[in-house]
C-alpha cells in the first residue's frame, strides 16, 4: 500500500472516531438535560435540533 493511501485511511478513521465521541457527547447531554429516552436524545443530536 502506497503512503498516500496510508494517510488517507489513517484521516479516514480519524474523523470517523472525532464524529463517534462528539455524537456520543452529545447523546449525554441530551439525556441529561431533558431525560429523554435514549432514542429521541440520538434524533436530537443528529438533527441539530
Given at each position: 500500500?502506497?503512503?498516500?493511501?496510508?494517510?488517507?485511511?489513517?484521516a479516514l478513521?480519524?474523523?470517523?472516531?472525532?464524529?463517534?465521541?462528539?455524537?456520543?457527547?452529545?447523546?449525554?447531554?441530551?439525556?441529561?438535560?431533558?431525560?429523554?429516552?435514549?432514542?429521541?436524545?440520538?434524533?436530537?443530536?443528529?438533527?441539530?435540533?
Amino acid at each position: 500500500m502506497g503512503g498516500v493511501v496510508r494517510l488517507g485511511i489513517l484521516a479516514l478513521v480519524g474523523i470517523i472516531m472525532r464524529d463517534s465521541v462528539i455524537l456520543v457527547d452529545q447523546i449525554d447531554q441530551q439525556i441529561k438535560v431533558g431525560g429523554s429516552l435514549l432514542y429521541e436524545a440520538r434524533y436530537y443530536s443528529t438533527n441539530n435540533h
